[in-house]
């Protein structure tokens, strides 16, 4: 089967590798459609992965077309699949907390992801996918899912003032989920027009560009936050999340940090003075596995409470290999959600 490969920095490789076999209780996919993550980019750029070659892919949607002995979905359904593997072994898998296992796998990370024409998944990591509902669609419900598990890492009401700072896929997904949510008014912050005008169009009520904007005198004239959810991941928007956070408030913390984050002393002091909860979000698991978090995004998707379609902003091929690494890293890049078609719709 032919598979997109990383094998060495910033080196792609269109491969020919055997399709994998199903054990008892798992599932051969033909891929329809995977995702690109921003966290793929530096698994590519930077080598960052487990060992070379690598197939990443972990956001994915597909048809199954073996199935294990042990297996009771059929063949032909229609599936996303959930990537994090876990020992279900250890105390964390045990207690209802999967993301938190220290020996979990990781598809398109630690083993073999979906950028091929065929994977082998287990089967308890597949969702069914309605027949009325886009497989392209289904493709993006991981990282949904880690927006609504980073939403409830915090106690949210009807009505909250909330912030999202940043506008790439996740904290788009975020604006999505917290509108489906019912919180109130909800500002995005993010450096790129464009990303903030689709913002606006999938539902924040404000958006603020601080190259255009100064930030500070927004948020002395407009109030604070209630509720903050920080998903650009710098060691600025990490700082910001608690400067613009009001009395009381809950700060989530989504985006993955890259480099130290340095707090002056009265800024550090606003969490006590403030009264301020923080909490970490990480991935996008619960108990039963995969969660509720998945459950709710397909249920989402499929009644049309929330559309991702408008964040998928290009679809490559296989053969495009890099490409779609290099638009998305590209400074002041438009795209959001990028897609690598496999089988396509089947």
Request: hydrophobic residues 40%; proline residues 5%; glycine residues 8%.
């Given at each position: 089967?032919?598979?997109?490969?990383?094998?060495?920095?910033?080196?792609?490789?269109?491969?020919?590798?055997?399709k994998?076999?199903?054990?008892?209780?798992?599932?051969?996919?033909k891929?329809?459609?995977?995702?690109?993550?921003?966290?793929?980019?530096?698994?590519y750029f930077?080598?960052?992965?487990?060992q070379?070659?690598?197939?990443?892919?972990?956001?994915?949607?597909?048809?199954?077309?073996?199935?294990?002995?042990e297996?009771e979905?059929p063949?032909?359904?229609?599936?996303?699949?959930?990537?994090l593997?876990?020992?279900?072994?250890?105390?964390?898998?045990?207690?209802?907390?999967?993301?938190?296992?220290?020996?979990?796998s990781?598809?398109g990370?630690?083993?073999?992801?979906?950028?091929?024409?065929?994977?082998?998944?287990?089967?308890?990591?597949?969702?069914?996918?309605?027949?009325?509902?886009?497989?392209?669609?289904?493709?993006?419900?991981?990282?949904?899912?880690?927006?609504?598990?980073?939403?409830e890492?915090?106690?949210?009401?009807?009505?909250?003032?909330?912030?999202?700072?940043?506008?790439?896929?996740?904290?788009?997904?975020?604006?999505?989920?917290?509108?489906?949510?019912?919180?109130?008014?909800?500002?995005?912050i993010?450096?790129?027009?464009?990303?903030?005008?689709?913002?606006?169009e999938?539902?924040?009520?404000?958006?603020?560009?601080p190259?255009?904007?100064?930030i500070?005198?927004?948020?002395?004239e407009?109030?604070?936050?209630?509720?903050?959810?920080?998903?650009?991941?710098?060691?600025?928007?990490?700082?910001?999340?608690i400067?613009?956070?009001?009395?009381?408030a809950?700060?989530?913390?989504?985006?993955?940090?890259?480099?130290?984050?340095?707090?002056?002393?009265?800024?550090?002091?606003l969490?006590?003075?403030?009264?301020l909860?923080?909490?970490?979000?990480?991935?996008?698991?619960?108990?039963?596995?995969?969660?509720?978090?998945?459950?709710s995004?397909?249920r989402?998707?499929?009644?049309?409470v929330?559309?991702?379609?408008?964040?998928?902003?290009s679809i490559?091929?296989?053969?495009?290999q890099?490409?779609?690494?290099?638009?998305?890293?590209?400074?002041?890049?438009?795209?959001?959600?990028?897609l690598?078609?496999?089988?396509?719709?089947?």
């Amino acid at each position: 089967m032919k598979a997109l490969a990383v094998t060495g920095i910033e080196t792609f490789e269109l491969q020919k590798i055997d399709k994998p076999k199903p054990s008892k209780k798992e599932v051969l996919i033909k891929v329809a459609y995977v995702g690109v993550c921003g966290s793929d980019l530096p698994r590519y750029f930077d080598g960052g992965v487990h060992q070379f070659p690598q197939v990443l892919g972990h956001e994915f949607s597909g048809t199954i077309s073996e199935v294990g002995e042990e297996v009771e979905l059929p063949k032909g359904a229609r599936v996303a699949v959930a990537p994090l593997v876990p020992c279900n072994k250890c105390e964390q898998c045990y207690s209802g907390s999967p993301q938190l296992c220290p020996n979990y796998s990781f598809i398109g990370s630690r083993q073999q992801g979906a950028m091929a024409e065929y994977i082998v998944v287990p089967e308890a990591n597949c969702l069914v996918v309605p027949d009325d509902l886009a497989l392209k669609v289904a493709a993006t419900i991981e990282p949904l899912t880690v927006a609504i598990h980073g939403i409830e890492r915090v106690r949210t009401k009807a009505g909250d003032k909330t912030l999202v700072i940043g506008a790439g896929t996740i904290g788009l997904m975020t604006v999505l989920a917290l509108r489906a949510r019912g919180v109130g008014e909800i500002t995005v912050i993010d450096l790129n027009d464009e990303k903030l005008a689709l913002a606006k169009e999938i539902g924040a009520d404000v958006t603020v560009n601080p190259l255009n904007v100064d930030i500070d005198h927004h948020f002395k004239e407009n109030g604070l936050a209630n509720l903050v959810f920080e998903t650009a991941g710098t060691s600025i928007t990490q700082v910001q999340s608690i400067i613009y956070a009001n009395r009381q408030a809950k700060v989530s913390f989504i985006g993955t940090c890259t480099r130290p984050i340095n707090f002056e002393a009265e800024e550090f002091e606003l969490i006590l003075r403030r009264e301020l909860e923080l909490t970490g979000s990480w991935m996008s698991y619960s108990a039963p596995f995969p969660g509720f978090e998945w459950h709710s995004a397909l249920r989402y998707l499929a009644t049309g409470v929330i559309d991702t379609l408008p964040l998928i902003t290009s679809i490559y091929s296989l053969e495009d290999q890099a490409l779609p690494f290099e638009k998305m890293r590209e400074k002041a890049s438009r795209e959001v959600k990028v897609l690598y078609e496999i089988g396509g719709e089947m």
